[in-house]
């Protein structure tokens, strides 16, 4: 089993990586001047107890791989990438390889699943970073993350119990889950904060729009007949495995949207967290205002470029109010 981790940035780096490391045969597929940094000097992976450099293989486009047998395609990029991603799967002839989506939300197995026969989910809790070419960060040590791996929609088989054990043997937890969308609807739940983080700075994931937003996902997800695990569950599952630490003397950074603004990357995953939880409320009777309007002022202040964290909690639940 070949990995093609399609999106090398924090989440794809730091598991390809580890793959990597343990023996495992890797392909990564990034872009622009990440990619010319991981070509011309390998792969960075900095963790609380130190970095490593990977020479790991790397293209800047499915057409580049040599596709084989038995290789697997892990989907690592934001869910607005992936769209796009499918159709270059397409075009470079890879369109009966098995996707496994590493990523939040849960849109894109429900995409993948339009082109591709095996397609499966994945739960990440992985605390990491991608802020500078060629280098990533993984916050958690020694388990740098949790990655459980099942068919969609439902269901276990070969290729997710093989991808799990292969995450286990690199040193993330990883168990092959039959009811894995279940687990990443509590993920999604988690993450509609995302946006609220990156607008207003790491203490607005608790702030009142974040817990209004929550609620709203809960609302909308019973209402839709939506199954999720519990709170209990969830922290049972994720045990003590996940320990963020710092990593030299710099603070960590935010999350996955957070990065996004730094980044001034134009773009942010909101259409797909905080976006998701609008369109069930939408489809099934539940308003969504808080939801509503962290989507929106997550993708103006993408678009126009904001740093994160320049607009005030306050004022954002003023508009909310309004």
Request: glycine letters at 10%; charged letters at 20%; a negative charge.
């Amino acid at each position: 089993m070949r990995f093609v981790i399609y999106g090398a940035g924090a989440i794809g780096g730091v598991l390809g990586g580890r793959l990597f490391e343990y023996g495992r045969d890797v392909v990564l597929i990034a872009r622009g001047v990440h990619f010319e940094a991981l070509r011309t000097e390998g792969l960075r992976v900095e963790t609380p107890v130190g970095a490593d450099l990977f020479a790991v293989p790397v293209v800047d486009h499915p057409t580049a791989v040599d596709w084989r047998e038995g290789d697997v395609v892990v989907l690592a990029m934001k869910t607005q990438d992936t769209a796009a991603a499918l159709g270059a799967l397409a075009a470079a002839g890879a369109a009966d390889a098995p996707v496994v989506c590493a990523q939040n939300g849960v849109e894109s197995e429900r995409m993948a699943a339009r082109s591709h026969e095996r397609v499966y989910g994945v739960c990440v809790m992985c605390p990491a970073a991608h802020l500078r070419p060629g280098v990533v960060q993984a916050y958690s040590a020694p388990v740098p993350g949790m990655f459980d791996v099942g068919r969609y929609p439902v269901g276990t088989d070969a290729i997710a119990v093989a991808v799990a054990e292969a995450f286990r043997a690199a040193t993330f937890h990883a168990e092959a889950q039959p009811d894995i969308m279940r687990w990443k609807y509590t993920k999604l739940l988690m993450n509609l904060g995302n946006a609220a983080e990156a607008l207003c700075g790491p203490s607005a994931r608790v702030s009142e729009v974040a817990s209004l937003a929550r609620r709203e996902g809960i609302a909308a997800l019973e209402a839709a007949g939506i199954a999720f695990a519990s709170d209990e569950e969830f922290s049972a599952r994720r045990g003590d495995h996940i320990r963020p630490q710092a990593i030299g003397d710099g603070p960590r950074p935010g999350g996955s949207s957070w990065q996004s603004l730094e980044r001034r990357s134009g773009r942010i995953e909101a259409d797909y967290l905080n976006g998701e939880i609008a369109l069930l409320g939408r489809l099934h009777g539940v308003p969504t205002p808080a939801n509503n309007l962290l989507q929106r002022a997550a993708n103006e202040a993408a678009r126009l470029g904001r740093a994160p964290g320049a607009t005030s909690a306050d004022d954002l639940l003023a508009a909310l109010r309004s």
